[in-house]
């Protein structure tokens, strides 16, 4: 899953932590600084800093775009795959 959705270019590191006592995993992204500020200044997308870009509504909603083709693609579908 890790090597799936790193593949985003959204992604500059993933870890993705699985829970024996559940079933199902918990990623933590950290956004590639470039790509979203690139994205941003090209979207219009005003901000501070990087830390405000992260929490921007269409920022994130990019980036969860990104991982869900991502994921489609690799064939993270269904109950394995799903972005909250």
Request: aromatic share 8%.
């Amino acid at each position: 899953m890790e090597a799936a959705l790193t593949s985003s270019d959204y992604v500059d590191n993933i870890m993705v932590h699985a829970n024996p006592f559940h079933n199902y995993c918990v990623a933590l992204i950290v956004p590639s600084h470039r790509i979203l500020e690139k994205w941003a200044l090209e979207a219009g997308i005003q901000h501070q800093n990087f830390s405000e870009l992260c929490n921007e509504a269409d920022a994130v909603s990019e980036v969860e775009q990104s991982l869900s083709k991502v994921g489609l693609f690799c064939l993270l579908t269904g109950e394995l795959f799903e972005i909250l």
